[in-house]
């Protein structure tokens, strides 16, 4: 791994029997081995079943891990979201003790929040590389999108060593990083490897001139 990189994790909580502060545990686990946690978000699935536990609600959240090795400097570009109106404004704020009315320039984008709040996955989103393969627990991309987006720059390398259904690899190439993938099913591997060649295959040009750039430039790195 790039010593200035991050690694994003995934993780539920389990239930199983009683509440078993697996994240609990799983942080301090981090923290003891030396990694640095650098934030965390809550996954909210917007659309999750409601079932009931045994003495709980159903949990309808994860949480994401975002941590680095201590001492590493890393590249953070928050991913940003349009304001409402999508343009800058003179906005009212709140009236002041003296009864004037005070204004503030809302800007035209503003940072995204750290809590996620999506859908549970659409299959589509995986089910048109091949609508035989299924996968029992695929994360959205835009829970991708928006750890890629705000990490990375083209041309960096991300690994998934959980890749699934692709959701992650797919992502990567999109944002034009070199994309790895890693899981111990087969028929995930044989379906991420048809998926991957069918992204590439519709890149646009300006990501395909990317890619030549990355190569010619590992080129150089490998002669040099
Ligand atoms: C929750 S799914 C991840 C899905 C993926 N994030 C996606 O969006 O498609 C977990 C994946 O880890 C894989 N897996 C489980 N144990 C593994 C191991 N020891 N090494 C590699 N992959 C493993 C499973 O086959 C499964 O595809």
């Given amino acids: 791994m790039d010593e200035n990189g991050v690694i994003v994790i995934i993780i539920g909580e389990s239930y199983s029997g009683g509440y078993k502060s697996v994240i609990t545990r799983y942080e301090m686990m981090l923290l003891e081995s030396g990694v640095e946690i650098i934030g965390k978000s809550p996954w909210i699935k917007s659309n999750s079943t409601p079932v009931i536990l045994k003495d709980f609600f159903r949990p309808v959240d994860e949480t994401i891990l975002v941590c680095k090795m201590k001492g590493a400097k890393v590249n953070f570009n928050p991913k940003m979201k349009k304001t409402k109106e999508g343009k800058k404004m003179v906005k009212k704020s709140h009236k002041a003790k003296d009864g004037t009315n005070r204004f503030f320039v809302q800007?035209?984008?503003?940072?995204?929040?750290?809590?996620?709040?999506?859908?549970?996955?659409?299959?589509?989103?995986?089910?048109?590389?091949?609508?035989?393969?299924?996968?029992?627990?695929?994360?959205?991309?835009?829970?991708?999108?928006?750890?890629?987006?705000?990490?990375?720059?083209?041309?960096?390398?991300?690994?998934?060593?959980?890749?699934?259904?692709?959701?992650?690899?797919?992502?990567?190439?999109r944002n034009g990083c070199n994309a790895i993938g890693v899981d111990i099913d087969p028929v995930s591997v044989e379906f991420c490897n048809k998926r991957m060649n069918m992204v590439l295959g519709e890149r646009t040009e300006s990501e395909l001139q990317q890619a030549l750039i990355i190569e010619s430039e590992d080129r150089l790195t490998a002669a040099a």
């Fill in 107 to 173: 800007a035209e984008e503003t940072v995204v929040s750290n809590v996620i709040i999506t859908p549970v996955v659409n299959d589509s989103e995986y089910k048109k590389y091949d609508p035989d393969f299924t996968h029992d627990a695929p994360a959205p991309m835009d829970v991708y999108q928006q750890f890629v987006e705000s990490y990375t720059l083209p041309g960096m390398t991300c690994i998934d060593i959980f890749c699934g259904a692709g959701q992650g690899l797919e992502v990567f190439a």
